[in-house]
């Protein structure tokens, strides 16, 4: 009952308003009442009943006219563009359909209605309508005229169609520039001027002709020799309209003659003078355009070879050795005049040396280089032949972990400069080659077998097979971080040890010491002879109180020569430094110093006495101590004099390493004498040294 309700409650308002509509009047209002001539105008008609307008109403001018160039819709649309300026008076009915929703009663409705239309600005037109033709080379100017509109004013046109270099100015609609290229050119600009909302537009097209003026090109001689004969340069004019004058040349080098022809300038003879010249040559066409060509002359001193030296040859190598030559007249011809061997040869044009010698030994030759201009020059060389390069097959030095290295690789025979190169396996980590080395830090330990070549100047190669080693740096004194060996497989430990120290190994191996190697070298790869101090056992491996002679770095190499079986290894060394040390020497004369050796750690003490045994002779005195860099140690606090020598009591060590004692006579006393000195070196307990402190 509801919906029912609902729908007789629309049907009752639909009824109020199509009974209101009978009472309904239109009127018609425009918004188009004024206009300018030349200026689109838009506007429309509007019908309404009150406020509220009507839909699908129709338009009809039915008395009086519409201003000329405007016309109206029949959905009383108003457009066009007026061409003059009058007051047209127009009627206007409107013609009203009926309608339900919203109510509307069909009806009509007039108007008397009028629109203004001003004088407006005067047609946009361009007044220019041809342009100047051009030149290449000479500055083109020339501009494109618009009037009318409203200003400002834009031009715009294809910049493809321009003459080259010539460019259109958008605002102010000059063109300009210098012309590069020759021909004519065809192209239209356009103007658009500020009215609003709707700009006018207008264009032109034009064609413009660029025509070249005289060139001038030169042929033949700019570098010749002094007191030669035979030079000759041509400098030729074309373009232009054909027709040619010439200004008189400047620039003549002393002894050449310049001869004026109808078309060109030929400048002929023989140089008198060194040095260099400009020779200008300025052409004029029959239309005044002009051209100038400079060209830059060289009167240089007789050809001569440069070089008394040649870079040796390679027994197999194809030689190219070249032969310089300066000054003259290029280009150069070489030839070999005489020579000791057959295989020497040259290139004539560039004076490269050929031939491939068979056995090393030496040539002597004799070259000579012949210029343009006719002059020559003769040098005689003799080159040696080396035996072709060699690379020894060794093991490289080592490496260590974090530390920079350089192993140097050595090749003999060969000729100079020499390039290294992995043949075959690959270098570790963070290393290359770095002149006859190989040097970087590497970043692991490991063992890689390489395959190394040497290529030398001429192209000449020989290979070797190296073994690269990097071993782990580890404390001289306690246990070794255990490890495991693979069968033909090598490790290596490093260690910093001084001299006078003993140095003890112990190993335990599983499953035996069959295979199982331990070798001492210093870092650069020079074995240790250790045999004396080594006891093998079935599963051990001891190297006992060995005595070390020198302060450096060491590597004990372990090896597993086992084909099949891993090793398995734990360890531990000791280090101990040398306690004292007695040193005795006898002068003879006494007249010059003595220098005493001896190595220490840091934080140990020196006690030293030294003097002089015997009838009137002279005390022994302290010239210095130092360590292996030559920096003194200030024992002053520690010195004391005694008799025919001195005492130094606990004189503390600043650092670990090696150092120098000094002494000498004090210039009184007889030429004969003992002198006597004893060290006693006083160890700290825990073995601390680094060579890299």
């Not at 003549?252 to 078309?263: E, H, N, Q, Y």
């Not at 350089?406 to 980590?429: I, K």
């Not at 080395?437 to 395959?451: C, E, F, K, Q």
């Not at 000449?460 to 190296?466: G, K, P, R």
Request: proline share 7%.
């Amino acid at each position: 009952m509801k919906a029912i309700a609902i729908s007789v409650s629309v049907l009752l308002a639909l009824a109020l308003f199509a009974g209101s509509a009978d009472a309904q009047t239109y009127t018609i209002t425009s918004s188009l009442k004024t206009g300018t001539a030349g200026t689109p105008v838009v506007g429309a008609l509007v019908t309404a009943n009150g406020v509220i307008p009507t839909l699908g109403t129709t338009y009809a001018i039915t008395a009086g006219n519409l201003p000329t160039g405007v016309t109206l819709s029949a959905q009383g649309v108003f457009t066009g563009t007026p061409t003059k300026a009058e007051t047209a008076n127009f009627t206007v009915q409107a013609t009203v359909p009926a309608m339900t929703i919203p109510p509307q009663t069909a009806g009509t409705a007039t108007a008397n209605l009028s629109i203004t239309i001003q004088a407006g600005a005067p047609a946009l037109t361009i007044t220019t309508t041809t342009l100047p033709d051009g030149r290449v080379g000479d500055v083109y100017s020339a501009a494109v005229v618009a009037q009318g509109g409203t200003p400002p004013y834009g031009f715009v046109t294809n910049p493809l169609n321009l003459p080259n270099g010539v460019t259109l100015d958008p605002t102010k609609g000059t063109l300009s520039g210098t012309p590069t290229a020759a021909g004519s050119f065809n192209f239209t600009v356009y103007v658009t001027d500020s009215t609003l909302p709707l700009p006018k537009t207008a264009n032109q097209a034009f064609s413009v002709t660029i025509t070249a003026g005289p060139q001038l090109i030169a042929a033949g001689t700019t570098e010749w020799t002094v007191d030669r004969p035979g030079f000759s340069l041509t400098v030729s004019a074309s373009g232009g309209d054909g027709t040619f004058t010439f200004d008189a040349p400047t620039g003549v080098p002393a002894g050449l003659t310049p001869t004026i022809l109808v078309d060109s300038v030929t400048l002929t003879g023989t140089p008198t003078a060194l040095g260099d010249s400009t020779f200008s040559v300025t052409v004029r066409d029959g239309t005044g355009a002009t051209a100038t060509l400079e060209t830059a002359i060289h009167i240089n001193p007789p050809v001569a070879i440069t070089a008394d030296e040649l870079p040796d040859a390679t027994a197999g190598a194809a030689y190219g050795g070249v032969v310089p030559a300066e000054d003259g007249a290029p280009p150069y011809s070489f030839r070999v005049v005489s020579k000791s061997e057959s295989w020497i040869g040259i290139e004539s044009g560039t004076g490269t040396l050929t031939g491939t010698p068979g056995a090393a030994g030496s040539v002597t030759f004799t070259v000579e280089v012949t210029d343009a201009s006719g002059g020559t020059d003769q040098q005689e060389f003799t080159i040696g032949v080396n035996d072709a390069p060699l690379l020894n097959s060794t093991d490289l030095p080592f490496g260590v972990v974090g530390s920079a290295c350089s192993m140097p690789l050595a090749a003999t025979g060969g000729t100079a400069p020499f390039e290294y190169s992995v043949a075959a396996g690959e270098l570790m980590d963070r290393l290359s080659f770095a002149d006859a080395a190989i040097a970087g830090t590497p970043t692991a330990p490991g063992s890689s077998n390489l395959t190394l070549q040497v290529t030398d100047r001429w192209g000449a190669t020989a290979t070797a097979d190296f073994r690269l080693t990097v071993g782990r740096k580890v404390a001289a004194t306690g246990k070794l971080p255990p490890s495991t060996l693979d069968p033909e497989a090598r490790e290596a430990l490093v260690f910093d040890l001084l001299a006078g120290t003993t140095f003890d190994v112990s190993f335990k191996v599983k499953p035996g010491t069959s295979g199982f190697f331990a070798s001492l070298f210093t870092i650069d790869g020079a074995a240790v002879d250790t045999a004396a101090w080594v006891k093998l056992g079935k599963k051990s491996l001891k190297i006992r109180k060995f005595p070390v002679a020198s302060t450096g770095r060491y590597v004990l190499l372990l090896e597993n020569t086992n084909g099949s079986t891993a090793i398995q290894w734990s360890g531990k060394v000791k280090a101990k430094p040398a306690k004292k040390l007695k040193h005795q020497q006898s002068f003879g004369p006494l007249t010059g110093e003595v220098e005493i050796p001896f190595s220490a750690l840091k934080g140990a003490s020196l006690t030293l006495s030294a003097k002089v045994s015997g009838k009137s002779v002279p005390a022994a005195e302290l010239v210095e101590i130092v360590d292996a860099t030559g920096r003194p140690l200030d024992a002053r606090a520690w010195l004391v004099t005694k008799g025919t020598g001195f005492k130094i009591s606990k004189l503390p060590i600043p650092a670990s390493g090696d150092y120098r004692i000094r002494i000498r006579p004090d210039g009184s006393g007889s030429a004969d004498g003992v002198l006597k000195v004893q060290l006693k070196v006083k160890s700290p307990r825990i073995y601390a040294y680094s060579a890299d402190d």
